[in-house]
């Protein structure tokens, strides 16, 4: 099993980055995925996950608006779209898989190396 996200890196406020996480050793559509990101001293957080139930999906309140989840079942990847970026929106970005069709806030058995995203002018 294994995660590899890409596509993170600097941009300005008010831009867009997006991310990707390629999975192999497992069938994305099968579980519960999430993104997750850390900033420096702080905890990571949730930022998404989406259930494999119903494909329903929960944003963190702070991404709400800003940032889409999506799955290419065909490619095994799951996207984070980031649109009207802040500086608060720097971190380390991870995605992770539970499983379980239900997303949750721990139980994540496995996670992808991290792509760091920085905005910054």
């Known amino acids: 099993v294994q995660l590899v996200e890409s596509g993170g890196g600097l941009v300005q406020p008010g831009g867009s980055l997006r991310l990707s996480c390629a999975a192999s050793?497992?069938?994305?559509?099968?579980?519960?995925i999430g993104w997750f990101r850390q900033a420096p001293g702080k905890e990571r957080e949730g930022v998404v996950c989406?259930?494999?139930?119903?494909?329903?999906?929960t944003y963190a309140d702070s991404v709400k608006g800003r940032f889409t989840i999506s799955i290419d079942n065909a490619k095994n990847t799951v996207y984070l779209q980031m649109d009207s970026l802040k500086p608060e929106d720097t971190a380390v970005y991870y995605c992770?898989?539970?499983?379980?069709?239900?997303?949750?806030?721990?139980?994540?058995?496995?996670w992808g190396q991290g792509t760091q995203v920085t905005v910054s002018s």
């Open positions: 992770a898989v539970r499983w379980s069709i239900w997303c949750g806030r721990d139980g994540y058995n496995y």
């Open positions: 050793g497992f069938t994305l559509a099968d579980y519960a």
């Open positions: 989406i259930s494999r139930n119903d494909g329903s999906t």
